[in-house]
């Protein structure tokens, strides 16, 4: 009789805990771009070899508790990917509001939703800079971040900043990669 208590007690713990994690991850969010699919190729226009502006933006299916936004653009095959070595950041963004479903093509400081702060990318500078692979074909992944807060203003924080300050308030993420490879 007590091993089948017990049993019933891990088989409903269990059934919680799960039912719990499906809440949290019970979101299918999505990002996408106009201008290039989920693992499709980026055309040069929003690269180093174009007029390296950013590409748009749109998502959807947004988890009910969002109170902000995070973007963070970077590729983890730099500088080589047969060797990579550290990740580039190509741009980041964060406190965008939770109205917002979308981000025009070219977007710079003054076309982000009202609220949007900026971070630093790897040129030690604010906004988009496009991809500019020096060897081999890279991926930059584009990760939308739902927050259940909106964040204090951290100045112009880098990529490692931002995650640490957004850690525990990730409702849910988002990616769209890209692939770019100069000619």
Not at 2 to 16: E, Y
Not at 92 to 102: D, G, H, Q, T
Not at 104 to 127: H, I, Q, S, V
Request: some cysteine.
């Amino acid at each position: 009789m007590k091993r089948r208590s017990f049993l019933f007690t891990q088989i409903a713990l269990s059934l919680l805990i799960l039912s719990t994690h499906a809440k949290e991850v019970s979101w299918a969010m999505e990002l996408t771009s106009p201008n290039f699919m989920n693992q499709g190729e980026i055309p040069a226009k929003y690269t180093c070899d174009g007029a390296d502006i950013s590409p748009a933006l749109t998502w959807s299916d947004v988890p009910e508790k969002t109170k902000s936004f995070a973007l963070i653009v970077d590729d983890p095959d730099a500088p080589d990917p047969a060797n990579p070595r550290m990740t580039w950041v190509h741009w980041v963004l964060y406190n965008i509001p939770a109205e917002a479903v979308s981000l025009p093509e070219g977007a710079t400081a003054k076309d982000l939703p009202k609220g949007t702060l900026e971070g630093l990318n790897d040129w030690k500078r604010t906004g988009y800079g496009g991809p500019c692979p020096p060897i081999g074909k890279h991926r930059y992944f584009h990760k939308l971040y739902a927050l259940d807060t909106v964040l204090p203003d951290l100045g112009h924080p880098t990529k490692a900043k931002l995650e640490k300050a957004m850690k525990s308030h990730v409702l849910f993420k988002a990616e769209l990669i890209g692939l770019y490879q100069r000619r």
